[in-house]
Nanobody, 118 residues
Framework: QVQLLESGPGLVKPSQTLSVTCTVS??????????WNWIRQPPGKGLEWIGH???????YYSPSLQSRASILWDTSKNQVTLQLSSVTPEDTAVYYC??????????WGQGTLVTVSS
């Protein structure tokens, strides 16, 4: 059974790069047809999809964030990392990773809160 665990810095200063990591257990990043997504939820707001990396390593991003977002993976560690550059306080959110299989987000991590503040 796949489980996801996010980790992050907690606090990032404006203009810096935010980096959060999802560690996958109970499964492989390269299992066919899995997509590994990053989603965030700012305080008091709804969920926002950021992007995903597929089982083959291809990436796809939300148009609103693609200029600042990068999703990387380390298959030897079974980890997926989101990097978001030039952050502002509006990037403060709980960041979730979630597995997609068959167009359904069927496994979620518990999320990690990242606050952007000086």
């Amino acid at each position: 059974q796949v489980q996801l665990l996010e980790s992050g810095p907690g606090l990032v200063k404006p203009s810096q790069t935010l980096s959060v990591t999802c560690t996958v257990s109970g499964g492989s990043l390269t299992t066919m047809f899995y997509l590994w997504n990053w989603i965030r939820q700012p305080p008091g707001k709804g969920l926002e999809w950021i992007g995903h990396i597929s089982y083959s390593g291809s990436t796809y991003y939300s148009p609103s964030l693609q200029s600042r977002a990068s999703i990387l993976w380390d298959t030897s560690k079974n980890q997926v990392t989101l990097q978001l550059s030039s952050v502002t306080p509006e990037d403060t959110a709980v960041y979730y990773c979630a597995k997609d299989h068959g167009n359904r987000l069927d496994v979620w991590g518990q999320g990690t809160l990242v606050t952007v503040s000086s």
